[in-house]
């Protein structure tokens, strides 16, 4: 599961790099300044999640998961960044304001995926 866990965070990380750099090189004269802050908060969480998916990994490698938090928590992370992120990134490329209302269930996602690592580490071996 460990496994699993790294091999995500750098997949999703290297996407979020791309997504960056496509941001800052091929949608800055395309996009207006507020559509473009949201990309770039878009590409922020992502990268900041994925380098959590390594936390993940390592907290199943060095406690066993505790008790299934870690992997559930690993879970909430790519689900929070396809929810969140996924989200302010169609909400940017579109201008569909109605992609932004299910954005907070992403991060509702990333909150409980933290607290779920915390309990991980209480909770391991």
């Known amino acids: 599961m460990d496994r699993i866990f790294f091999i995500l965070g750098s997949g999703l990380a290297a996407l979020g790099v791309a997504a960056g750099a496509f941001g800052a090189h091929g949608l800055r004269s395309r996009l207006a300044p507020d559509l473009l802050q949201v990309f770039e908060t878009a590409v922020r969480y992502q990268l900041i999640h994925a380098l959590g998916l390594f936390a993940v990994a390592w907290a199943i490698q060095r406690w066993g998961g505790g008790g299934g938090a870690a992997p559930a928590a690993g879970w909430l992370f790519v689900a929070g960044i396809v929810v969140f992120s996924g989200s302010l990134y169609g909400l940017s490329l579109s201008g569909v304001r109605a992609l ?20 991980s580490a209480w909770r391991g071996r």
């Open 100 to 119: 932004g209302a299910v954005t907070p269930l992403g991060g509702l996602a990333f909150i409980a995926g933290w607290i779920l690592l915390a309990a």
